[in-house]
């Protein structure tokens, strides 16, 4: 990769991350635009570590609050509210770590194509302006039960696909079981915390044992602008989401899908 790839691909998973347009299928669809090869699936792990650490600094005082709240947990309090959070996050993530073992070699060999992304970003999208339109918009972070954390955890599993957006299907879900678009994005943005962090740390840990070369300035180069990105990004998200709701967002997802459906078929 040259570093104008590096760069432009960091961008653009940092700038998508948390907005609910699919990092995973802008990284699809970038290097097919600019005729470049696919980075590969390391690339993507690197970048999305990046926004990872974008998460862990905008969020640091729910993340403490969570971390406090397990360890009340491990010692048997499970009446507080940062306890039963940190189980709800838990339970929440167990649906994307088992299918992402159980799936991911399969899906980076047989999915990562343009036309899968055409499907998912339009379908999502509809899915995403249905959700923000009829959601009631009522309730609260701190509502969030074990119903909300299984339909969640299960919803974002979907998003091992290109083009589903991780961000965009966990607000989906959230909105209709009747949150606020601002806590729908929370709940969401610290849930990609734990599984960011099991995907990186797999990939990574096959990276080790492999024979070939690995070109790891350039990851970490890729992470760090991701991070920076992305921080802003969640910025930008967090501050205007409730004024601005998801239709743009489905807008796009649609326009982008007839666009990739034109230039691929």
């Known amino acids: 990769m040259t570093w104008v790839q590096i760069i432009v691909l960091a961008i653009v998973q940092g700038l998508t991350e948390f907005l609910p347009v699919s990092s ?19 690339f993507d792990i690197a970048v999305h570590f990046g926004s990872l650490l974008a998460v862990v600094v905008y969020f640091r005082q729910d993340l403490k609050a969570l971390v406090s709240g397990g360890a009340r947990l491990l010692g048997g309090n499970s009446a507080s509210p940062e306890s039963k959070m940190a189980l709800y996050i838990v339970i929440a993530t167990v649906p994307a770590a088992v299918a992402g073992l159980l799936f991911a070699g399969w899906i980076e060999t047989n999915v990562r194509n343009p036309l899968v ?16 339109r009829f959601g009631r918009h ?9 119903r909300d954390a299984v339909i969640i955890g299960i ?15 966990t607000i989906s879900a959230a909105l209709m079981l009747g949150f606020r678009r601002q806590d729908a994005a929370r709940f969401s943005f610290l849930l990609s915390a734990p599984v960011i962090l099991l995907a990186s740390g797999y990939e ?3 990276l080790i044992f492999e024979e070939a070369p690995i070109a790891w300035a350039q990851l970490a180069i890729g992470a760090a602008i991701s991070a920076v990105v992305a921080y802003l990004s969640i ?20 326009g982008l899908a ?8």
């Open 204 to 206: 990574m840990t096959l």
């Open 235 to 254: 910025d930008f998200f967090m501050r205007f989401v409730n004024a601005i709701g998801l239709l743009p967002f489905s807008l796009y997802r649609l």
């Open 117 to 132: 992304i055409v499907y998912t970003l339009a379908g999502y999208g509809v899915l995403m302006a249905v959700a923000d």
């Open 155 to 169: 919803a974002q599993a979907l998003a091992l696909v290109p083009g589903t957006s991780r961000s965009g299907v």
């Open 138 to 146: 009522e309730r609260l972070t701190a509502d969030v039960g074990l």
């Open 24 to 42: 995973s299928g802008h990284l699809v669809l970038a290097p097919a635009v600019l005729g470049w090869a696919d980075q590969g699936l390391t």
């Open 258 to 265: 007839g666009v990739v459906f034109y230039a691929v078929v």
